[in-house]
């Protein structure tokens, strides 16, 4: 993520996130899956994770629009049947916010780009649980490892006037303190934005 310059950082001039939060950090994984070798290389770690935390599946459904893309290279390596999750139901057609196979009654993987507040999964974990799926398991290519995340997945946080009714195991591949330890190393950013940076994991909604 460093070398590709998908990780950004400002102390300055923060960063709007899609959540509409300023920070100091903006992860485009966007830029690792335009590569094939990096694609490989994340659907390997995702295959890694499966077998070593030994994750049951029938399909893998990707949240839109960023999990879409490591969905779609985990699916064709696995051979597994693919769909995704889209934020909104569709505003025309069939109107349906889970799109492809139907997951009723089916062990469903999701996978996502990236964890912050964790509301776009669990968003997308609701919808395919209110259309049958079983699904007890979220993956992800890197998680910011937010307290706000940790406690919707265990059922302890509302997101969008919904709250999940059961848990879901959130895996991803790095995570934000390993990354910056790695960039501290690496003197990626100096000691100083180091530090800011630490500090502001510790209340990055400054609650």
Same mark, same amino acid.
């Given at each position: 993520?460093?070398?590709? #310059?998908? !990780?950004?950082?400002?102390?300055?001039?923060?960063?709007?996130?899609? %959540?509409?939060? *300023? @920070?100091?950090?903006?992860?485009?994984?966007?830029?690792?899956?335009?590569?094939?070798? +990096?694609? @490989?290389?994340?659907?390997?770690?995702?295959?890694?994770?499966?077998?070593?935390?030994?994750?049951?599946?029938? @399909?893998?459904?990707?949240?839109?629009?960023?999990?879409?893309?490591?969905?779609?290279? !985990?699916?064709?390596? $696995?051979?597994?049947?693919?769909?995704?999750?889209?934020? +909104?139901?569709?505003?025309?057609?069939?109107?349906?916010?889970?799109?492809?196979?139907?997951?009723?009654?089916?062990?469903?993987?999701?996978?996502?780009?990236?964890?912050?507040?964790?509301?776009?999964?669990?968003?997308?974990?609701?919808? !395919?649980?209110?259309?049958?799926?079983?699904?007890?398991?979220? $993956?992800?290519?890197?998680?910011?490892?937010?307290?706000? %995340?940790? *406690?919707?997945?265990?059922?302890?946080?509302?997101?969008?006037?919904?709250?999940?009714?059961?848990?879901? +195991?959130?895996?991803?591949?790095?995570?934000?303190?390993?990354?910056?330890?790695?960039?501290?190393?690496?003197?990626?950013?100096?000691?100083?934005?180091? #530090? !800011?940076?630490?500090?502001?994991?510790?209340?990055?909604?400054?609650?």
């Amino acid at each position: 993520m460093l070398e590709s #310059g998908a !990780l950004k950082f400002d102390i300055k001039n923060y960063f709007v996130w899609s %959540s509409g939060h *300023r @920070m100091p950090v903006y992860n485009d994984t966007r830029l690792l899956l335009g590569d094939y070798d +990096t694609r @490989m290389m994340v659907s390997e770690g995702f295959q890694d994770t499966i077998r070593e935390k030994q994750i049951k599946y029938d @399909m893998i459904f990707g949240v839109a629009t960023a999990g879409i893309s490591p969905a779609t290279t !985990l699916a064709d390596s $696995l051979k597994a049947p693919l769909g995704y999750v889209r934020s +909104t139901p569709k505003g025309y057609g069939l109107g349906k916010a889970v799109e492809g196979p139907d997951p009723s009654g089916k062990k469903t993987l999701v996978v996502e780009e990236l964890i912050s507040t964790g509301k776009s999964a669990a968003r997308a974990i609701s919808e !395919l649980r209110k259309s049958g799926a079983r699904v007890n398991h979220c $993956l992800s290519i890197f998680n910011y490892s937010f307290y706000i %995340s940790q *406690r919707i997945f265990n059922c302890m946080e509302t997101f969008d006037d919904d709250v999940l009714e059961e848990p879901c +195991t959130v895996t991803s591949l790095v995570y934000w303190d390993t990354l910056i330890d790695v960039a501290a190393e690496m003197k990626y950013v100096s000691d100083t934005q180091i #530090g !800011l940076l630490r500090k502001w994991k510790k209340d990055p909604f400054n609650k």
